[in-house]
């Protein structure tokens, strides 16, 4: 079984597909930016991983997100639940995490069936 | 292959099944009550999920444990030691992480075989 | 499918194969020792563990990396960079955690294919 790694740098790729399933490297947003900001791009780049990968949100498995700070847990779900496909959530775990540098506030890591 | 959705929201899933394997939402306790208390709910939560999905604890491949306060590991391992299937044991892991509030004090991720 | 157990004890195994993938426990290096000696540590045990699987590093999905104190991301990115396969890199998620002790520095989580 042949795997592919999409956008592979000298770190990490973005995603790696292996069988009939796409794990995607932990997504982050603009430095500096609102969550709202943050999480809506982080979504708009799960979407572009996963096209690449030939999956979509519809099929994502499993999702993990970190937030800097947890008082962001509601400003971060607004936009999860606006971008969510409401007939296919995957299951989905919600912790506290300091990312790379203090300016990013939230980090999302998804698996997803193709 | 399809995608099986266990107990689905609007916003996650409590499990997910696809192909030979089910990935678990983030389970928690009640909030508010003791990491024994906790732990003993979590893991019948998941003795649940994993029967619906057509699993078992023996079947568990990995395990994530996130902590409030990693002062309460000793408490959490009490618990998981007298309910783990010691002739089939996870991978695990065990980090601290703030969770939606500060009122729960564990949550457990599970990845199981079917 | 069978599932293989690698190293097990009374409360997890160090890794677990089913069907075409391994998932190892959370790897942890010599505690107090410093965190490029930690992270060289971890990446040689997770090469042994690979090993036992039947993969090595060229064929790993994704990894997990946390961190007690996310100002150490520089000096365990030079240990990860000098080690990981640059042309098959996972995808990877680094994010602050803390761990057993704090003693403990770094901790590494991935998952390979076979």
Redesign the interface.
Known sequence: ?T?R?IE?????????V????V????QVGAPGKSVTEQTTAILAEIDRLLALAGSDKS?I????I?LDD?RD?AEM?AV??SW?D?A??????????????PDYRV?I?V?A?L
Not at 18 to 21: A, F, L, S, V, Y
Not at 23 to 26: C, E, H, I, N
Request: glycine share 10%.
């Open positions: 079984m795997i790694r592979p740098g000298t770190r990490m790729s973005q995603a790696v292996h069988g009939d399933r794990y995607l490297a932990g099929k498995l499993t999702a993990q970190w947890m847990f779900n999860w639940d969510v409401k296919n959530p995957p299951a989905r775990a919600t912790g506290g995490a300091p990312l790379a540098t980090e890591i698996v069936a």
